[in-house]
């Protein structure tokens, strides 16, 4: 039997209060992965969310077990990111990967003993995942031997494997590229200096460089001619679990501007008693509820012909609202809403970074857009008017 949802949403909550929110400053001071936060969560069950529980993981569904990043998010969004990263490589591996890669890795990546994430932007080629220069020759012994370079890897240098999409071939479109399980002591894997990211250093972030790394071909994830279609599966849920974080975020910004405006004085009486701070805190409030709704939507819709488009809608609504409530909810502290203790800031820049990893608001319009062409050419024709010399 998988552990009911509502004990794990309520152990991410305890984890979220007494282990992110009393030190996430602290970790961004050093600048280091908490391990020992991210150890505390595994022994949570919350490293293995979707995996089955004969592999050691919880064997929730997805859509129940992405709302657990809601209730890390109200800690932190960036470490809510990182473990949901790690839980979608770990479905990815336990459902997907060799019976030798299982019988290695699965129990490793459930109990949270090692860490994974997941490689695919290049340095040249953001959102255009297609346009890709790493190259896996498949060598006479079955092994693969990997060149080329990701961008914006989490967890990079501390995570113990990376799934990475490679191409097979010269050939341009995707129809040769395949994901692979790169482990972090590969000779020849490498990574750059890591990007400065003043409101989540903690994160390690940079680009990862394979130069001539031999892997087996046990750790083989998604073969040939199937690894577009599965990184684009993982993105989704990626996008829903963003979402998903976002709406944690949300909350914690409500929470904050509602604790200060409830005491600060003001024209007589208390801040929270103007209707116009109330005004401003209510659509805050009421985007936070249909962000949950529809991120909620979304995650139940993962794996079915509307999941796509639905983890877009999710992706390019709840971020955005995400921005605008930390906004929203910093004017309503006034000054004090840019001062570092209040945390203000902190949610500001982490909303507008989950506004932008996999996949940014631009590129859900795409998908969005393209659903509505689909649409369209299903509609019986209305009259158009023609204009002048026109037939």
Same mark, same amino acid.
């Given at each position: 039997?998988?552990?009911?949802?509502?004990? *794990?949403?309520?152990?991410?909550?305890?984890?979220?209060?007494?282990?992110?929110?009393?030190?996430?400053?602290?970790?961004?001071?050093?600048?280091?992965?908490?391990?020992?936060?991210?150890?505390?969560?595994?022994?949570?069950?919350?490293?293995?969310?979707?995996?089955?529980?004969?592999?050691?993981?919880?064997?929730?569904?997805?859509?129940?077990? *992405?709302?657990?990043?809601?209730?890390?998010?109200?800690?932190?969004?960036?470490?809510?990111?990182?473990?949901?990263?790690?839980?979608?490589?770990?479905?990815?591996?336990?459902?997907?990967? =060799?019976?030798?890669?299982?019988? =290695?890795?699965?129990?490793?990546?459930?109990?949270?003993?090692?860490?994974?994430?997941?490689?695919?932007?290049?340095?040249?080629?953001?959102?255009?995942?297609?346009?890709?220069?790493?190259?896996?020759?498949?060598?006479?012994?079955?092994?693969? +031997?990997?060149?080329?370079?990701?961008?914006?890897?989490?967890?990079?240098?501390?995570? %113990?494997?990376?799934?990475?999409?490679? !191409?097979? +071939?010269?050939?341009?479109?995707?129809? %040769?590229?395949?994901?692979?399980? $790169?482990?972090?002591?590969?000779?020849?894997?490498?990574?750059?200096?890591?990007?400065?990211?003043?409101?989540?250093?903690?994160?390690? /972030?940079?680009?990862?460089?394979?130069?001539? &790394?031999?892997?087996?071909? %046990?750790?083989?994830?998604?073969?040939?001619?199937?690894?577009?279609?599965?990184?684009?599966?993982?993105?989704?849920?990626?996008?829903?679990?963003?979402?998903?974080?976002?709406?944690?975020?949300?909350?914690?910004?409500?929470?904050?501007?509602?604790?200060?405006?409830?005491?600060?004085?003001?024209?007589?009486?208390?801040? /929270?008693?103007? @209707?116009?701070?109330?005004?401003?805190?209510?659509?805050?409030?009421?985007?936070?509820?249909?962000?949950?709704?529809?991120?909620?939507?979304?995650?139940?819709?993962?794996? +079915?012909?509307?999941?796509?488009?639905?983890?877009?809608?999710?992706?390019?609504?709840?971020?955005?609202?995400?921005?605008?409530?930390?906004? =929203?909810?910093?004017?309503?502290?006034?000054?004090?809403?840019?001062?570092?203790?209040?945390?203000?800031?902190?949610?500001?820049?982490?909303?507008?970074?989950?506004? *932008?990893? @996999?996949?940014? +608001?631009? $590129?859900?319009? &795409?998908?969005?857009?393209?659903?509505?062409?689909?649409?369209?050419?299903?509609?019986?024709?209305?009259?158009?008017? !023609?204009?002048?010399?026109?037939?």
């Amino acid at each position: 039997m998988p552990a009911p949802i509502d004990t *794990i949403l309520e152990a991410a909550r305890k984890h979220a209060d007494e282990v992110i929110k009393p030190n996430v400053n602290a970790w961004n001071e050093a600048a280091v992965w908490p391990r020992d936060a991210s150890d505390k969560a595994a022994a949570l069950g919350l490293t293995g969310l979707y995996a089955p529980e004969d592999l050691g993981g919880q064997g929730l569904t997805l859509g129940d077990g *992405i709302r657990v990043y809601e209730e890390l998010g109200k800690g932190d969004g960036a470490y809510a990111f990182a473990l949901s990263m790690h839980n979608i490589c770990t479905f990815a591996g336990c459902g997907y990967g =060799t019976d030798a890669f299982k019988e =290695t890795w699965a129990r490793e990546l459930t109990s949270g003993r090692k860490l994974a994430n997941f490689a695919l932007t290049e340095p040249q080629s953001g959102s255009d995942a297609t346009n890709m220069y790493s190259r896996a020759v498949i060598n006479d012994d079955g092994t693969w +031997t990997i060149n080329g370079a990701k961008a914006w890897v989490s967890l990079a240098g501390e995570a %113990d494997i990376y799934f990475t999409v490679v !191409k097979t +071939t010269d050939e341009p479109g995707h129809h %040769d590229m395949a994901m692979i399980a $790169i482990p972090a002591d590969a000779a020849g894997l490498s990574f750059g200096p890591r990007y400065d990211t003043p409101s989540y250093e903690f994160l390690p /972030l940079s680009e990862m460089y394979m130069k001539d &790394v031999v892997v087996s071909e %046990d750790n083989i994830i998604l073969p040939v001619g199937q690894g577009l279609q599965g990184s684009l599966m993982a993105i989704d849920i990626a996008r829903v679990s963003i979402a998903s974080g976002c709406c944690g975020l949300m909350e914690a910004a409500l929470d904050t501007a509602l604790a200060y405006a409830k005491n600060r004085k003001m024209f007589g009486g208390k801040n /929270l008693d103007l @209707d116009g701070i109330q005004w401003m805190l209510g659509d805050v409030a009421t985007e936070l509820e249909a962000s949950r709704l529809l991120y909620r939507a979304a995650a139940n819709a993962l794996g +079915t012909p509307e999941g796509p488009v639905m983890a877009a809608h999710a992706k390019r609504f709840v971020p955005d609202a995400a921005v605008k409530a930390a906004n =929203t909810c910093t004017q309503v502290l006034g000054g004090m809403g840019l001062l570092k203790p209040y945390g203000m800031d902190r949610l500001s820049r982490l909303s507008q970074m989950l506004r *932008i990893v @996999d996949g940014t +608001t631009e $590129i859900s319009r &795409v998908v969005i857009g393209r659903s509505l062409q689909k649409r369209a050419k299903s509609l019986p024709d209305l009259p158009v008017p !023609k204009g002048f010399g026109e037939s």
